[in-house]
């Protein structure tokens, strides 16, 4: 999966296709926020991914969280959209607060996923990406005023 990403963002670098994405805060009171760590980059991340043709914001989201986590999600609620262009792509992203979660499969890509993990809002990881920082603590402070990602 790691060269399959690689490749991908050489073909982002020449092509800079305009693509879609989304990212969700799936926030408990009493185990913190769920972030994952995928299997070809570093750090850790809030679920999430690409959009595919066809599909929704909404349906998009509740897939990734199904496919990445293995949850079912009820409500989402839009937070903010956001513009990238960090991989070389112009990428728009959606992030979602996912009110209502349900158990699913429990099952994981374990080909992209390679480690999922709730964590307490004041022991958050030092390896999490900027971007998920900056992302969570808009979301604490209920205030979305950036428009790149």
Known sequence: MAWYHAIGKWYWKIRKPLTLGVRLIVADEQKGVLLIRHTYVSGWYLPGGG???????????RRELREECGLVAGELRLCHLYYSEREG??????????????????????????????????????????????????FCAQSFREERW
């Not at 959009?51 to 989201?61: D, I, L, R, Y």
């Not at 990428?91 to 429990?106: E, K, M, N, R, W």
């Not at 480690?115 to 808009?138: H, V």
Request: aromatic residues 10%; hydrophobic residues 40%.
């Open 51 to 61: 959009v595919e043709k066809g599909e929704s914001f909404w349906e998009a989201a």
């Open 89 to 138: 792509k112009r990428d728009h992203i959606a992030l979602f607060h996912a009110c209502q979660i349900q158990p699913g499969t429990g099952k994981i890509d374990v080909n992209e996923v390679r480690d999922m993990r709730y964590f307490l809002w004041d022991q958050l990881p030092d390896d999490m990406t900027a971007s998920t920082r900056k992302r969570l603590a808009e």
